[in-house]
């Protein structure tokens, strides 16, 4: 199917005006203890509120008259056309030639019948795997489904690699007050034989059911590590003597033990995993996208479907936000335009994301996956080169730790690095201290870090402290650092939806503005490849090791080396 061209937002009027607005602020200085005291309203006109989160974007390096130039820009790149695409099931990801309708998963049932894609009524073929996700998630939960010697499930064991991993984990453990009835989960996701020996170590093969996620079902990481726990399952429950050695006990231990999740059935059945036990999702569900399909199984199982319904509805309120909400007040689309603003003409590198909040301590990890692997790109979709940068670096970790480790290099560093501030008002354990709120301490430093980052410390007000004059440089702050506060009013389900899709579509709008198709990832296929051809020359196959560059093979010479066993 022809595609259109990108629109090169390099050459639209927009972005010639944001170049001139970034010449006049260089020119006449970036202040923003100086903007602050210009407008009294600046606080106003850059706040937000977008379902249950508020934003405050007052802390950036913008002007809020600029805001029309950044909805100028989203209209310049045709936003609206491109997402009306997407939401329609348009096969956007032109170079998987595929439909990305995350959006769909979750719609409400109301939506069934109008949403026909390639002949597929997607929301009701999502409704109708939901409800076998809930029934078997709820025979779970209540006890009625057993483990081979009769007893209930305790743990759930996530097996699956990048967006059939990062999703569920962060979830599950920004979720975990949430969890209810009594059954935990542990993920395994590396290659490395060490993350499945340190899972199983002292789990129980009688209450332990395996969740083998894996899109494509041909993921060498999850395909070893699911017949890894098959093994250790089988040997585990015969050494207690729960099994036998006979191939039927094997096999009943097996569905007993193991459900699947996966694009691809038939690869399932292979596996020996009964077709019963696995739940379906569509190739126009980006594994990055795809925390809310049954990619998420465990958390329903974990939370309740009652729970993975807030969950879905949180991801629903922001996909209605974003697509209809005018841009120039448009919370997700000015957070992505902003982003473009940082990196294209700030030319940032990269971008933190620092969650005050301990639940959120895999936020930052997912996101990685989520933003570098949409748009770390140097192609437009239709094959041309890109016509500015593109995919900045996302890292963080949760506040207050990140501060007694990196905030160093944000406050005095000589990058630039835009951070999100990330908190709720509420938390599920109240902490008092003497008679101080411990989650006011926490948030303290929230409220803290953005104003230093903003206001900074003159050299005057160093003085004013009697600090010594030698020294004095080296504790100035010259501020201007620029962050956006996002500020929810408690992290549940709901809130998590909300923020995980404020992030698909921050990434969805930046990808568009550089033109690049965000939902394919061919980047991560050429060490696939050469994994596969390599690793029968580590110890086996000399002639493949001769075959190797000077540098592999001088590697694993010395691994050949070194190795005690
Ligand atoms: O290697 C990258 C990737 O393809 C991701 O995009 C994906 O989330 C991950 O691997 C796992 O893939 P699968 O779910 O097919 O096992």
Redesign the pocket.
């Known amino acids: 199917m022809a595609i259109n061209p990108p629109i090169d937002a390099t050459q639209t009027p927009s972005w010639a005006a944001l170049q001139h607005e970034y010449d006049a602020m260089q020119a006449e200085g970036i202040d923003l203890k100086k903007w602050f005291a210009e407008d009294e309203n600046r606080v106003d006109k850059l706040s937000f509120d977008a379902g249950t989160l508020h934003f405050d974007l007052s802390k950036n390096l913008i002007k809020p008259e600029m805001l029309k130039l950044f909805a100028d820009l989203a209209k310049d790149v045709k936003l609206d056309e491109r997402t009306k695409a997407m939401y329609s099931g348009e096969h956007i990801n032109n170079t998987e030639g595929r439909a990305v309708l995350h959006t769909a998963l979750r719609r409400p049932k109301e939506d069934e019948g109008k949403y026909i894609v390639d002949g597929q009524d997607t929301v009701k073929d999502v409704r109708e795997t939901l409800d076998r996700i809930y029934a078997f998630a709820n025979k779970v939960r209540s006890g009625e489904w057993k483990g081979v010697t009769g007893k209930e499930i305790d743990t759930i064991v996530n097996i ?5 991993d990062l999703g569920p984990v962060m979830a599950y453990e920004a979720l975990k007050p949430f969890a209810d009835a009594g059954i935990s989960a542990r993920f395994i996701s590396n290659i490395d034989p060490n993350d499945l020996a340190e899972k199983t170590r002292d789990l129980n093969p009688e209450t332990t059911l395996f969740i083998v ?7 060498l990481e ?1 395909l070893t590590n699911a017949r890894e726990a098959r093994t250790w399952l089988l040997e585990e429950l015969k050494r207690i003597d729960a099994i036998d050695d006979s191939k039927e006990k094997e096999a009943e231990a097996v569905a007993k033990h193991f459900v699947a999740v996966s694009t691809n059935l038939e690869k399932v059945a292979e596996f020996g995993i009964d077709p019963q036990n696995a739940f379906g999702f569509w190739n126009w569900v ?3 996208y ?1 925390v809310d399909s049954a990619v998420g199984t465990s958390l329903a199982v974990v939370f309740g479907p009652a729970r993975f319904e807030e969950f879905l509805s949180g991801f629903h309120e922001i996909d209605e936000y974003f697509a209809n909400t005018p841009f120039e007040k448009n919370v997700v689309v000015l957070m992505g335009i902003l982003n473009v603003w940082y990196r294209n003409f700030f030319k940032v590198a990269s971008h933190a994301v620092l969650p005050y909040d301990q639940y959120l301590h895999r936020f930052p990890a997912y996101l990685q ?1 989520l933003t570098m ?1 949409s748009n770390g790109k140097s192609v437009r979709w239709d094959g041309t080169p890109v016509t500015t940068e593109t995919g900045e670096i996302f890292w963080g970790e949760p506040g207050t730790n990140g501060q007694h480790a990196f905030y160093q290099l944000i406050h005095q560093g000589t990058q630039l690095i835009p951070a999100d501030f990330i908190a709720f008002a509420n938390t599920p354990n109240p902490l008092k201290d003497g008679d101080q709120d411990v989650h006011e301490l926490l948030l303290g430093n929230y409220f803290a870090q953005t104003k230093a980052l903003a206001f900074g410390k003159t050299a005057d007000e160093v003085r004013a402290e009697g600090t010594p004059e030698e020294i004095v440089p080296a504790r100035v702050f010259t501020g201007n650092r620029p962050t956006t506060s996002i500020f929810g009013v408690r992290l549940d389900p709901f809130a998590l939806g909300e923020l995980i899709a404020l992030y698909e579509m921050i990434t969805f709008v930046e990808g568009t503005v550089w033109g690049l198709d965000s939902y394919d ?1 061919w980047g ?1 296929e050429l060490g ?1 490849q050469l994994a596969k051809q390599i690793t029968p020359a580590i110890s086996q196959d000399d002639e493949a090791l001769l075959a190797q560059d000077a540098s592999t093979r001088s590697l694993i010479n010395y691994y050949r080396k070194v190795r005690e066993f």
């Open positions: 699956g690699i990048g967006g059939s996620v894996s899109k494509t079902f041909t993921t999850t980006g594994g990055r795809s996956q692997e990832q991560v696939k």
